[in-house]
């Protein structure tokens, strides 16, 4: 973690270095090219946003509200916050115009310290855990229609996953263009899949299929409890709207295009999902939803006999979306940490030909294949769900500290200051829900995140590390960039 001396950071000064001399071996500008159009900045943020939940288990709402009224409210109102939210890093996108989401804009409002625990948590734990979790659903759904009558082994499952994984980062080491086309292709599935669902709901409801909806707000009487956890997970749905802001830096005329696909694919996510369940619901009846191990499977063979054969390869297909919506952003967040020193220089590299954050991209494989085959993955991603809103929390608080702190900044777009104050009461209130509701696992998370402080000091703020360990690192560096063809981006060298 300790970033490189000065003297090695512009060792390559844009050019692949040599092993014995250390002299040049090419020339040539490298950057990351602004490849993300709004088209395609809209498929990045819908693609990552609907993953399997919306075809699978839609039921966390229902079952936390108590009746069919209550939990379509809660889906509705869910997306309205998370469009607020949205907003909010709209604004910041356009007037902070860095790749890297939420370290960008923690360093920007309150520092390198709180920045650095952020990038340290999510590339150690949080995302190898959450991309092997998406993962896994895809390994499981696309094995599904050969073990239609048995079970799938665990270990077939964790394979065709490691296969997926390994693919989606090398598709994304190899073309920043390719895999933009992909999400494009993936998020156009998911869409298919959901109007395959809503259409059908629709024609119900035309011929009068409506007794699920009767007294549609009575039923069991939602606890203390129950309404904050379903909006626990409604937020959690929605979660997946920043992660546009995550590649600021390759998105053409930024001012315009990231408030725009924000607010586009706000709409059409909290449409689909509202409607999709609307759909659910002409069909199957509340008890019945929560009994479904698989929503969209009953619904499709209620209404469309076999066809629901083919949602399981949807569901697959729309994982595959999420993994690689999600490593495509989250890799910027670890090239912009390591730009900024707080992460290893090689991870700011750029390859000399691909123009793509190789080392950023790959260095999750390693850590994902471990979590994947080793790790209890959702006790971690228990353990750390309050972290994500703590630091969302913290972005949007920020928006507002900038506010006052820097009246002059340029501001393309603007939202009112009520939009970022209710969404940071939001976070504060999701984070304060972990709490409550599992203080053992929200205090395990609370302590994994501590483990940043020391870190920062050790890696970052200690400057007297023994000479040998500087040439030790200065050599790894060299190495890297000769295996894997990789020179600092000329923002890097300008830094």
Known sequence: MTPTPEGNRGQANGRLPSMDSGQPAQEGKVVLKKKVTLLRGISIIIGTIIGAGIFISPKGILKNTGSVGMSLTVWTVCGILSLFGALCYAELGTCIKKSGGHYTYILEAFGPLPAFVRVWVELLIIRPAATAVISLAFGRYILEPFFMQCEIPELAIKLITAV?????????????????????????????AILIIIVPGVIQLIKGETQHFKNAFAGNDASVMGLPLAFYSGMYAYSGWFYLNFVTEEVENPEKNIPLAICISMIIVTVGY???????????????????????????????????????????????????????????????ASREGHLPEILSMIHVRKHTPLPAVIVLH??????????????????????????????????????????????????????????????????????????????????????????????????????????????????????LEVVPSEEDQKS
């Open 164 to 192: 997926g994984i390994t693919l989606v980062m090398v598709l994304n080491s190899t073309s920043v263009s390719w895999s933009a086309r992909i999400q494009i292709f993936l998020t156009f599935c998911k869409l298919v």
């Open 366 to 483: 390693p850590l994902t294949m471990i979590m994947l085959f080793n790790g209890d993955l959702y006790s971690l991603l228990n353990f750390l769900s309050f972290a994500r809103w703590l630091f969302i929390g913290l972005v949007v608080a920020g928006l507002i500290y900038l506010r006052y702190k820097r009246p002059d900044m340029p501001r393309p777009f603007k939202v009112p200051l009520f939009i970022p104050a209710l969404f940071s009461f939001t976070c504060l209130f999701m984070v304060a829900l972990s709490l409550y509701s599992d203080p053992v696992n929200t205090g395990i998370g609370f302590a994994i995140t501590l483990t940043g402080v020391p870190a920062y000091y050790l890696f970052i703020v200690w400057d007297k590390k023994p000479k040998w360990f500087r040439k030790l690192l200065d050599r790894v560096t060299v190495t890297l960039q000769i295996l």
């Open 274 to 336: 509202v409607l999709t369940n609307v759909a659910y619901f002409t069909t199957i009846s509340a008890g019945e939803l929560l009994l479904s191990k698989a929503v969209a499977v009953t619904f499709a063979e209620r209404l469309m006999g076999n066809f629901s054969l083919a949602v399981p390869v949807f569901v697959a297909l729309s994982c595959f979306g999420s993994m690689n919506g999600g490593i495509f952003a989250v890799s910027r967040m670890f090239f912009v």
